[in-house]
């Protein structure tokens, strides 16, 4: 019983990311995605950022057509970059994400805002046919690659900088 709790215990600090929630929807000649994510950092993750060492994060979307006896048909995938950082100076998180930055006074306020993606593009309305079946699938990770070569070794093999979601797939009506 004792190690099931210590398990729990470490498991809830190790942070992680889920998908809440995905969806499409049409406006004029393409569809927008909007999603919401549960992020949850580890304390040696914050304790990084906390001394400079900036996130990156990736969402990826893709959207394939489903097919019995071949590998499925890819119709678009899309992927988008989106930095969260701290600065000393001003003691503020920012984020950045294409060509906007916005700021916040503490963690868990850039934190919901990174975990809400709003009107993004991500497949014209010609790309797809009325009535057949697709499959769409979503996910956001931490970017191990962006990081500092001496953290990429340590996040490799550690729980706690394990931040990746499971894809999250749903069947979008067209």
């Known amino acids: 019983m004792l190690c099931l709790c210590l398990w729990c215990a470490g498991s809830a600090s ?5 998908v809440k929630n995905a ?22 993750v914050e304790e990084a950022l906390n001394k400079g060492v900036p996130l990156n994060f990736l969402i990826e979307f893709q959207l394939v057509a489903p097919r019995r006896y071949w590998f499925d048909d890819e119709i ?3 992927s988008q970059r989106i930095r969260l950082s701290y600065h000393a100076l001003s003691r503020q998180y920012l984020i950045n994400q294409s060509e906007h930055q916005k700021s916040f006074a503490t963690l868990p306020e850039a934190l919901e805002e990174l975990s809400r993606v709003r009107d ?11 009535g057949e079946n697709y499959q769409a699938m ?15 070794v340590e996040a490799l093999g550690s729980e706690k900088w394990n931040l990746v ?10």
């Open 14 to 18: 190790a942070g992680g990311i889920e």
């Open 23 to 44: 969806e499409l929807v049409a406006t004029g000649d393409a569809y927008q995605l909007s999603a919401d994510f549960g992020i949850d950092v580890s304390a040696e």
């Open 76 to 78: 678009t995938s899309a």
């Open 120 to 130: 993004w593009i991500v497949l014209e309305k010609s790309q797809v046919a009325k």
């Open 138 to 152: 979503l996910r956001l990770r931490l970017d191990h690659t962006r990081l500092p070569k001496a953290l990429q």
């Open 165 to 174: 979601s499971e894809r999250y797939r749903w069947t979008p009506a067209f």
